[in-house]
């Protein structure tokens, strides 16, 4: 499958999406890619302050974009990042560095990306989601938190566009998001619909003992035991749960399955050109001029009523 996705590329960019722990699902495909001689770089959409985090190392002329080492990884300040570069460099015996965005809009984002892209000389870039809402096409009932996932799909969509840069969309967690009411049956009509667009690319489970699913595992137990008094990652603790072999409702909104454990993989100009209103928000400079785009958007469409699969 990797041939397909990857092709020919040798410097790539995996890249999460919408929040601090995003960025966790990529340590499957790190172990893939590297595997393969591929050259790879994270980064990652921040829920960090960080402007306040001690050794984060700001672009001069990109006030939105940080270079993360493992030594700006501190218990009293919230950055799985930082931690999670620790832990790879633990790993590797050399530092690690992990390129984090503040949240912005899409106009500061896009160009921060083009920078990064052109820094590194990436080939290929992957944009990785904790959850399926990437992927939606913007009428669905809810779209669940989409003020990140869809200001980095189109700052990413607006760099491709300039850039001869493969784009990529891997998302993990399908079923995670039943507390954001994401109804999954529409879920699948979207696949479905990106199938029709040839933007479906396939899917590959995380099965507990692979070497990829063992590091996965690992850089999460890490990270976790050095925030321990922090914001956790819900997906990501249902993704651990599934792979053990754990089923069912084990709490209020959280039902696990085999879905869980599996990155779903998408052409990202198939996700982007299909969406209903992703290109309104490319002239926006704040995260809060994304959400109010999206809340007016939202206003001028017909939302679907609420469905569920027949099974």
């Not at 041939?3 to 790190?30: C, E, F, N, Q, T």
């Not at 939105?64 to 300040?77: C, K």
């Not at 619909?193 to 933007?199: A, P, Q, S, V």
């Not at 704040?286 to 009523?305: M, Y």
Request: glycine share 8%.
């Amino acid at each position: 499958m990797y041939d397909r996705i990857v092709g020919s590329a040798k410097r790539v960019l995996l890249a999460g999406a919408g929040g601090g722990y995003d960025v966790l699902g990529a340590v499957p495909l790190l172990h893939d890619l590297e595997a393969r001689g591929c050259q790879v770089h994270l980064a990652s959409l921040s829920f960090t302050y960080l402007n306040g985090l001690d050794r984060a190392r700001c672009l001069p002329d990109l006030p939105n974009l940080y270079e993360v080492a493992g030594d700006a990884a501190v218990a009293s300040a919230y950055c799985p990042e930082a931690w999670l570069a620790r832990f790879l460099g633990e790993r590797a015996g050399k530092p690690r560095s992990i390129w984090c965005f503040d949240k912005t809009g899409v106009r500061p984002l896009a160009d921060a990306y083009r920078w990064l892209i052109d820094h590194l000389k990436i080939d290929l870039l992957v944009l990785i989601d904790g959850g399926i809402d990437l992927i939606l096409r913007g009428d669905e009932t809810t779209l669940g938190t989409p003020s990140e996932d869809l200001c980095s799909l189109a700052a990413v969509d607006q760099v491709a566009e300039q850039l001869a840069v493969p784009m990529r969309i891997a998302c993990l967690g399908l079923g995670a998001e039943l507390r954001d009411g994401i109804p999954h049956e529409q879920v699948f009509d979207r696949i479905a619909e990106l199938t029709r667009l040839g933007g479906y690319l396939g899917a590959e489970a995380l099965v507990d003992g692979s070497p990829r699913a063992a590091l996965y595992r690992d850089a999460m137990a890490y990270v976790v035991d050095h925030q321990q008094t922090k914001k956790q990652s819900h997906v990501h603790k249902v993704v651990l749960a599934a792979m053990a072999g754990e089923y069912g409702t084990i709490a209020p909104h959280v039902w696990l399955s085999a879905l869980l454990p599996i990155h779903w993989w998408f052409d990202l100009a198939a996700v982007a050109s299909s969406h209903l209103f992703l290109r309104s928000l490319r002239e926006t400079d704040s995260i809060w001029d994304v959400q109010a785009r999206i809340e007016g958007a939202r206003k001028t469409i017909a939302i679907r009523a609420r469905t569920a699969i027949p099974i």
